[in-house]
């Protein structure tokens, strides 16, 4: 049997999603109410417009996920609280659905990730932690040097504070949000923050809004728009239907049979 001297490439010799850990067992337990809600919110209404370019089948969104990003160390991952991914396959079966994003096995590199700052992550996130001898990147580092994500945002929910950094050239940069938004071109939306309720709680939030400047709905609250415009539909139906009937009796009223008027 013949075999061949060429090197193998990673996609085919390193671990995949199906070897790497998806879970830290040193960090037990499920994320604060805030981090399941919020990455949630940002699910529920990411509806890219620009459809010429990516279908909503080529439009991947991560929550909590493993991040799997250095192919010299494949064991090293980052876990964003929220990410997006252009030009990637979604899962068409569930036994499909992915454990981990691992970067050398998708070959894409999220466009926008988003961290919602904790006490304990915040110099992290921010970039304001050192690296230590022999230990992996800081976040920071692995989206900016590594990944090199074109976006990056950070959410203070304590502050209700939303920065976002832009990648120019090799460093990020601050983008000024005036109003605390930013449309996104190559998607078609735009993110900003949010004054309303969410599943029975009050407060800011991160959420996308169209090229009118509409907060996006999510399924729930489209559900309820549908409803109440059948509702007005039936109701002007009814109120039509009222009508007819009264015009009808004040015929008859008058001699006139209105049945007679058709021909």
Known sequence: MVQSNYPQPPSETLPTMYDLPSE???????????????????????????YDLYDLNEVFIGTDLNLYYEVR??????????????????ARQ????????????????????????????????????????????????????????????VFDRYQNRFQLFELQGVRYEAVPLPEARFWFEPLG????????????????????????????PTPEEQAEQE???A???????????????????RLRALGIDPDGLDG
């Open 24 to 50: 830290d067992p040193e960090e037990p337990g499920l994320p604060d109410e805030f981090h399941l809600l919020q990455p949630q919110l940002l699910r529920d209404t990411c509806r890219p417009a620009t």
């Open 227 to 229: 409803r109440q415009r």
């Open 73 to 90: 160390h494949p064991r090293w991952y980052k876990r964003p609280d929220w990410f997006l991914v252009l030009g990637v396959r979604r």
């Open 189 to 216: 939306l735009g993110l900003g923050v949010w004054q309303g309720d969410y599943q029975g709680t009050t407060g800011a939030w991160l959420r996308w809004y169209d090229a009118e400047h509409h907060w996006l």
């Open 94 to 153: 569930q036994t499909d659905l992915r454990w981990s994003y691992v970067i050398w096995q998708e070959g894409v590199a999220p466009f926008l990730a988003i961290e919602l700052l904790s006490p304990g992550t915040e110099a992290d996130d921010l970039g304001q932690s050192l690296r230590e001898v022999n230990q992996p990147p800081s976040k920071w580092q692995v989206y900016e040097q590594i990944l090199r994500i074109p976006y990056y945002g």
């Open 231 to 249: 509702e007005q539909e039936r109701q002007r139906a009814e109120q039509e239907r009222q009508r007819a009937e009264r015009l009808e009796a």
